[in-house]
């Protein structure tokens, strides 16, 4: 069956994906929505996946692949896995660094097979160094990195985002990489070694803030909701809730001052400019606050923005979906499963105006396109029979 191509941005490129968990599914899925032929090279043992196949999770990630099973721990395995090679662009892995070495599919035995191949490898600490051998994991990366320093209110100890984000930097990171090789690759004809990891993605994510500390030696230290260094941005309480509001700058200042009918907050001492209103935070908000609070959330929201001052509502998760502009821009979207049926997942949040990406197939079965595959790179049926029986592919 000819395969269905989510894009064709990207349809003459070949990826072998040897990534799970995150942070390397983040990467490969850039590549599989924009038409990459993304093949998802699967163990035929049992399967773990550190969370159910059927998960929101698991589809999420996956989709928009073919998917074969191969044990790259069997020499023949290990044969076919080359020949793929030859035919590919890129291979992407997140094991630890040791592990690629073992198998044979390190960059220098990737090259010999194929001088144009890029190699992307995502790890936790880097591929060398006193942490090389580590498991990473997303917290205990947003711990070392200090995105959890920076977290949470003064006094309540240290708090981890809600959200993998050193993982999915992580991802991103690499997904750019490899397309600034691929680039390269144009010029030299050949391929290079692409390394991202979650500890620097977490400090590359920091930006500003570890900027702080690098350029002018400052520690950063845990604000809460407030910005760091430009007040008024923090959450405040409303009548009915809270709403975030970024007024930083002078003129932002005295737009949010006649918004909320306090036009003299403006020539008070305390907070008349941008340092003082830094310094004077807690009692900022209390006057912010203090006005505030006569009006609910959604009527503050139209009335600064009607003024031109930068707010929004904070959200649960029902209601990020049930926003007008997030249904507008699509950011879920449904695509069909053959036997989970109509799923909704996260859309491609990068748009191209001709050749746009799509959620054209839902992630695949384990497996359901080893025969194909093998087949396109000139395995025959009786090979096929012969690696199945060894239980090399399922």
């Known amino acids: 069956m000819a395969r269905i191509q989510a894009s064709p941005a990207l349809a003459r490129l070949r990826i072998l994906d040897l990534t799970r968990v995150r942070a390397g599914p983040t990467c490969v899925r850039q590549f599989a929505d924009f038409g990459a032929d993304v093949i998802k090279v699967e163990t035929p043992g049992d399967e773990d996946l550190g969370g159910a196949r059927d998960g929101s999770d698991f589809q999420n990630l996956h989709r928009n692949k073919r998917s074969i099973t191969l044990d790259l721990k069997a020499p023949a395995g290990r044969d ?8 590919a662009d890129v291979v992407v892995e997140n094991y630890r660094p040791d592990v690629k070495d073992r198998l044979g599919i390190d960059y220098a035995s990737l090259r010999a097979i194929n001088p144009r191949i890029i190699l992307a490898s995502i790890s936790g600490f880097g591929q060398d160094g006193p942490y090389r051998d580590r498991p990473g994991f997303d917290q205990i990366a947003q ?20 959200a993998a984000v050193a993982d999915v930097t992580a991802g991103l990171l690499a997904a750019l990489g490899i397309m600034t090789a691929l680039l390269e690759r144009e010029v030299s004809g050949e ?14 994510l920091l930006d500003f803030q570890a900027a702080r500390y690098t350029m002018d030696g400052q520690v950063p230290p845990q604000v809460g909701n407030d910005h760091p260094t430009s007040m008024p941005t ?3 309480r409303t009548a009915d809730g809270h709403i975030n509001v970024a ?32 310094a004077n935070r807690a009692a900022l908000a209390a006057e912010i606050e203090s006005a505030l609070q006569t009006r609910p959330s959604a009527e503050w929201v139209s009335r600064l923005n009607d ?30 499963h053959p036997r989970l049926g109509t799923l909704n997942i996260l859309n491609q949040a990068v748009r191209l105006s001709r050749t746009p990406a799509a959620l054209a197939t839902a992630t695949p079965e384990r497996g359901e396109h080893t025969d194909e595959v093998l087949r396109e790179i000139g395995v025959t049926e009786a090979e096929i029979a012969l690696l199945r029986g060894g239980r090399v592919i399922l």
């Open 191 to 204: 391929g290079q070694w692409v390394q991202s990891n979650l500890l620097q993605a977490g400090i590359t």
């Open 143 to 162: 711990g070392l990195c200090g995105i959890m320093s920076v977290t949470g209110f003064p006094g309540q100890g240290p708090l981890r985002a809600g």
């Open 234 to 236: 923090s959450a405040y």
């Open 80 to 87: 076919i896995f080359r020949r793929l090679v030859a035919t």
């Open 247 to 278: 007024a930083s700058g002078s003129v932002m200042w005295m737009r949010l001052c006649e918004a909320i009918g306090r036009p003299e907050l403006a020539d008070d001492p305390r907070f008349r400019r941008a340092d003082d209103r830094a």
């Open 307 to 336: 003024a031109g001052v930068p707010c929004g509502p904070i959200y649960r998760m029902d209601e990020v979906f049930a926003d007008p502009q997030v249904k507008h821009l699509g950011a879920a979207a449904p695509v069909n």
